[in-house]
C-alpha cells in the first residue's frame, strides 16, 4: 500500500534492482562452488606462498574464492565517489545506470566461456566497474524523488524490491545449479540484468532540475562542524562493519556445509535468510524511521547485530544457522533505510549522488573485505571470523551512538 503513493519511478528502480540482484546474488553462492568444480583449475595456485605486509602466506581454496567474491565489492566501492560524482554534474542517472547493466549482464555470460581462474578475476572486475555506475545513481535518483517526510518510506520500498531479488536468487541458485549446472546459473544472471535494463530504459527518466553545481572535489567530509566524525562519515564505518558481517558467510560455503552437515540449498536458504528479513521489515522501519525518527533505528540495529554475528559461529545446527541468519537480516534492515535517509536529509541539492556514494560505498567496502577476512581467520578456528565482526560491530554501535543526531523531520518526529 506504502507503495501506491510514490512516485512510479521509485517502484520501477525497485523491481529494475529486484532483477538484477536475483542474477548477482546468484553468482555469490555459484562462484565458489565453480571454482572448486575443477572446471576452473586452480592446483597450480593452492598452495603456493605469498609474501604480503612482511609475512608468509600459503594459498588456500578459501583464499582464491574471497579474492573473486572481494573484487566485485573492491572496485565497486572505490569508484563510486567517481561515478557519483559525474552523475552529479552531469545529471545523467538514467544512462549511467544503463550502461553498468551492460556491463553487468555480458560478464555474468561470459563465465560460462572461461576455463582460466584469473579470467573469472577480470569478469568480476568487470562488473565490480558496472556495479559502480549503477549503485550510486540508483540510490541517487530515489532520494531526489523522496522528502523529508517520506525519504524513509521511500528508501524502504526500494530496498525491499531490491532484496527480494537478492534473498530469492540465493535459494534459486542452489536448485538451479544441482538441478541444470553452471550454464544455466550464469543464464539466470544474464536475464536478471536483462529485465533489469528494459525496466529501467522503458519507466525511468532523470528528474527535472537545475545544472547540479557539485565540486570537483572527491575526497570524503570526515570532520564534522563540531570538530568531531562528520554524520555521513560515521555511519559510513558502521556500514563497513555491517558488510563485513553479512559476507563473510559467503566464503566458508564448504566448512559451513561440513560443520553442519548440509547441501548446497541449505546454504542458500542460510544465506537468503539476512535478505528475506530485510524484505520483512525494510517497509515498516522506512515509514517508522520517518514518524519516530531515524536514530532510534539505527542504534537498535547495531545493538541486535552484534549477537547475531557473532551466534553464527557457534550454532551446530542448518535450522539454527538459519534463524541466527535471519535475526541478522533484521539488525541490518533497522540500520539500512534510515541510514540512507540520514544522509540524504544532509545531501546538498544537486550533490546526491557524492553523499550517499559515502554509504553505498562503505557497503561494498565491508562486503569486499569480508569474505577476504574470513578467508584468511578461519584457519585460526571457524569462530574466530564471527568474532572479529562482532567486534568490529560493537564499535560501530559506539561510534555512530556518539556521532550521529537525528535528522527526520521534526513536526513528524515522537521520539
Not at 47 to 62: A, D, F, K, P, W
Not at 146 to 162: I, K, Q, Y
Not at 219 to 226: P, Q, W, Y
Request: aromatic letters at 10%; hydrophobic letters at 55%.
Amino acid at each position: 500500500m506504502v507503495a501506491l503513493d510514490m512516485d512510479r519511478r521509485v517502484v520501477a528502480l525497485g523491481l529494475a534492482r529486484m532483477a538484477d540482484a536475483i542474477g548477482n546474488s546468484f553468482l555469490i553462492v555459484v562462484l565458489p562452488l565453480y571454482i572448486a568444480s575443477g572446471q576452473i583449475p586452480i592446483e597450480g595456485l593452492v598452495g603456493t606462498r605469498l609474501t604480503l605486509l612482511g609475512r608468509s602466506l600459503i594459498v588456500s581454496e578459501y583464499l582464491l574464492v574471497g579474492l573473486v567474491l572481494s573484487l566485485f565489492g573492491f572496485l565497486n566501492s572505490f569508484s563510486q565517489p567517481f561515478t557519483g560524482r559525474l552523475s552529479d554534474r552531469t545529471g545523467r542517472r538514467r544512462a549511467f545506470i544503463l550502461f553498468g547493466l551492460l556491463l553487468l549482464g555480458a560478464a555474468s555470460g561470459a563465465y560460462a566461456f572461461v576455463s582460466s581462474y584469473w579470467l573469472v578475476v577480470l569478469l568480476r572486475v568487470l562488473q565490480g566497474v558496472g556495479a559502480a555506475f549503477t549503485i550510486p545513481c540508483t540510490v541517487a535518483l530515489v532520494n531526489e524523488l523522496a522528502t523529508s517526510r517520506d525519504r524513509g518510506s521511500n528508501f524502504g520500498v526500494f530496498n525491499t524490491f531490491r532484496l527480494i531479488g537478492f534473498g530469492f536468487g540465493p535459494i534459486v541458485a542452489g536448485l538451479v545449479v544441482e538441478g541444470y549446472g553452471f550454464d544455466a546459473a550464469f543464464g539466470v544472471a544474464v536475464a536478471g540484468a536483462a529485465v533489469s535494463f528494459l525496466t529501467v530504459w522503458a519507466f525511468v527518466s532523470d528528474p527535472d532540475r537545475a545544472e547540479a553545481e557539485a565540486s570537483d572535489d572527491l575526497s570524503i567530509t570526515v570532520r564534522g562542524d563540531d570538530g568531531l566524525l562528520d554524520p555521513v562519515f560515521a555511519l559510513g564505518l558502521g556500514t563497513v562493519a555491517m558488510g563485513i558481517c553479512i559476507a563473510m558467510f559467503a566464503t566458508l560455503e564448504g566448512r559451513i556445509n561440513d560443520r553442519l552437515g548440509q547441501g548446497t540449498l541449505w546454504f542458500g536458504v542460510q544465506f537468503g535468510a539476512v535478505t528475506l528479513a530485510n524484505v520483512a521489515f525494510q517497509i515498516p522501519v522506512g515509514h517508522g524511521a520517518d514518524r519516530y525518527g531515524r536514530r532510534p533505528f539505527i542504534l537498535a540495529g547495531f545493538c541486535l547485530l552484534v549477537p547475531a554475528t557473532i551466534a553464527q559461529g557457534y550454532v551446530l545446527t542448518p535450522a539454527l544457522m538459519t534463524l541466527t541468519r535471519f535475526v541478522l537480516g533484521v539488525a541490518v534492515a533497522l540500520v539500512f533505510a534510515p541510514s540512507l535517509a540520514v544522509a540524504g536529509d544532509l545531501a546538498r541539492e544537486g550533490e546526491s549522488g557524492t553523499t550517499l556514494s559515502v554509504l553505498t560505498m562503505a557497503f561494498g567496502l565491508g562486503v569486499a573485505i569480508g569474505p577476504l577476512a574470513s578467508g584468511y581467520l578461519e584457519r585460526f578456528g571457524f569462530a574466530v571470523p564471527f568474532l572479529a565482526a562482532g567486534a568490529l560491530a560493537a564499535l560501530a554501535l559506539v561510534v555512530v551512538s556518539s556521532q550521529v543526531a537525528e535528522t527526520g523531520d521534526p513536526d513528524a518526529r515522537l521520539w
